[in-house]
């Protein structure tokens, strides 16, 4: 079974602050995607990367995929109470998506 | 704008107790999913179809059962439910292959006592 291990766990940090989400396995994949889901809502889709060393910017949010595709990283400048949510990678892999263990991101006023 | 609509939203079922949650979308995808998240945790695909009476399992698909006899409906039956599958079940649906942007439902919350 191919794993996708997220990191940290669990994150809670001020209003303002800089983060970084990691997504890493020892697989390679085609491509990855990003979710953020919040309390009650199913997942929503933040971004795709398809290619080694793709860097992809979404406001605020700042997403890259390994050269090699294994991993991938997501930095979130400034956050805001807003990004609150539980953030979720997954990774392409023939008819199916696997999912990272998630990230759950709380952020104070 | 319905998109992918789960029944029902809440349940609470006894154990040994039968149920069938249902998903339908409007979206004409020819790919769905059925996916369990247990509290604080990421998704654990149960079943998958890609496309009309074609479904395969997925990571834990003991306990559960599907049909797909049609393309906008996906539903996933429990025959015997045990504590083991209190969960948060959400059905999700993509255009063509899972690399696409994959869309979901609200979730159905059920809980085995």
């Known amino acids: 079974t191919q794993l996708l291990e997220q990191s940290p766990q669990f994150l809670s940090i001020q209003e303002g602050e800089n983060l970084t989400v990691y997504c890493n396995s020892s697989?390679?994949?085609?491509?990855l995607q990003w979710y953020r889901q919040e309390p009650g809502e199913g997942p929503v889709l933040l971004v795709t990367?398809?290619?080694?060393?793709e860097v992809k910017k979404l406001k605020r949010l700042t997403f890259q995929f390994g050269d090699a595709r294994k991993d991938s990283s997501l930095h979130i400048t400034a956050a805001q109470p807003g990004d609150t949510g539980l953030y979720l990678c997954?990774?392409?892999?023939?008819?199916?998506?696997?999912f990272g263990t998630g990230t759950r991101l709380q952020v104070f006023p | 704008n319905a998109g992918v609509t789960q029944t029902p939203k809440f349940r609470i079922l006894k154990i040994g107790q039968s149920m069938t949650l249902q998903c339908t979308q409007d979206?004409?995808?020819?790919?769905m999913y059925w996916y369990r998240q247990d509290p604080g945790m990421g998704l654990k695909l149960i079943y998958y179809?890609?496309?009309?009476?074609?479904?395969d399992k997925g990571e834990v698909p003991n306990g559960y059962n599907v049909s797909r006899s049609t393309t906008e409906d996906f539903p996933l039956r429990l025959e015997l439910a045990a504590p083991s599958q209190t969960s948060v079940y959400f059905c999700?649906?993509?255009?063509?292959?899972?690399?696409?942007?994959?869309?979901f439902g609200d979730g159905t919350r059920l809980s085995i006592l």
């Open positions: 697989s390679v994949f085609s491509s």
């Open positions: 179809s890609v496309g009309a009476g074609i479904t």
């Open positions: 979206m004409n995808h020819n790919y």
């Open positions: 990367v398809v290619t080694g060393g």
């Open positions: 999700a649906s993509s255009p063509q292959w899972a690399g696409q942007p994959q869309h």
């Open positions: 997954a990774a392409h892999n023939t008819d199916k998506l696997i």
